[in-house]
Nanobody, 129 residues
Framework: QLQLVESGGGLVQSGGSLRLSCAASGGALPSYVIGWFRQAPGKEREAVSCISTSDRSTSYADSVKGRFTISRDSAKNTVYLQMNNLEPDDTATYYC??????????????????????WGQGTQVTVSS
């Protein structure tokens, strides 16, 4: 059974960096787009970034442009989210998931959470000021 497992979260000071990993195992990739989302306590889940496994095209939320970079290693079936210059507002649980619509390029602003499936369990990122 296909599973996504996130890792790499932790506690970091403002201005610091973390690299999150999203590893897929147990089956063939069901779609071309993988997205990273985050959810802070009391807030809705929001898209952070997404990448096409077909042409590596990417999309980012305005709040993370210039600070976060998404990439993938097809040999390892893993998608990464490099997060630099972290801010306290980046504190959240970060999730990865597959876009359930078969498109080769990421949708504008990475689409909506309800359009994604195979969610991982999440990894906590806490940024102290």
């Amino acid at each position: 059974q296909l599973q996504l497992v996130e890792s790499g979260g932790g506690l970091v000071q403002s201005g610091g960096s973390l690299r999150l990993s999203c590893a897929a195992s147990g089956g063939a990739l069901p779609s071309y787009v993988i997205g990273w989302f985050r959810q802070a306590p009391g807030k809705e889940r929001e898209a952070v970034s997404c990448i096409s496994t077909s042409d590596r095209s990417t999309s980012y939320a305005d709040s993370v442009k210039g600070r976060f970079t998404i990439s993938r290693d097809s040999a390892k079936n893993t998608v990464y989210l490099q997060m630099n210059n972290l801010e306290p507002d980046d504190t959240a649980t970060y999730y990865c998931a597959f876009y359930t619509i078969l498109v080769r390029t990421p949708p504008q602003n990475c689409g909506h959470p309800y359009e994604y499936g195979f969610w991982g369990q999440g990894t906590q990122v806490t940024v102290s000021s």
